[in-house]
């Protein structure tokens, strides 16, 4: 019932997880003032990214627990389907010497659970084009029973 947006991360991540993390920080600013919206960061490496290390990395982007959620889950397997069957959203298993590879869309879900647009979370243009996206569908009269 929570128009919500998602976006893919792990900790460890040196490459646009951190740019990721701030987009979404500037846009839990942005999206302060409206009622029935949430913010969901799914890591995409379980194993590593424990509550714990999730609690630790929310705090530097000073994540609002109650606005902003850190998703995990008990196995990499299962998030990574997750992403990729529900969300629609690339991930390439680390493999080796290569690195995990995933998406870097900032997903908008409406409150029926419905994915309703996405946005390059690297571009700075996307924060501007989420916030729109999300009155929109704040602004839609609920679905009929």
Same mark, same amino acid.
């Given at each position: ?25 500037? *846009?839990? *600013?942005? *999206? ?54 529900? *969300? ?58």
């Amino acid at each position: 019932g929570t128009v919500w947006v998602a976006d893919f991360v792990f900790t460890r991540c040196s490459g646009p997880c951190p740019t990721l993390s701030a987009r979404m920080q500037a *846009l839990q *600013l942005a *999206l302060a003032d409206m009622v029935g919206v949430k913010l969901v960061t799914f890591t995409l490496d379980p194993i590593n990214d424990t509550p714990a290390v999730l609690s630790d990395y929310a705090k530097r982007f000073h994540a609002d627990a109650v606005r902003w959620w850190f998703i995990t889950g008990d196995k990499e397997e299962v998030v990574q389907k997750f992403v990729v069957e529900g *969300l629609k959203q690339t991930v390439i298993p680390a493999k080796g010497d290569d690195p995990l590879i995933h998406s870097q869309y900032l997903v908008i879900v409406d409150a029926q659970g419905r994915i309703r647009g996405a946005h390059d979370g690297l571009n700075a243009k996307s924060k501007a084009l989420v916030v729109r996206d999300v009155r929109k569908l704040l602004a839609e009269a609920p679905p009929a029973p």
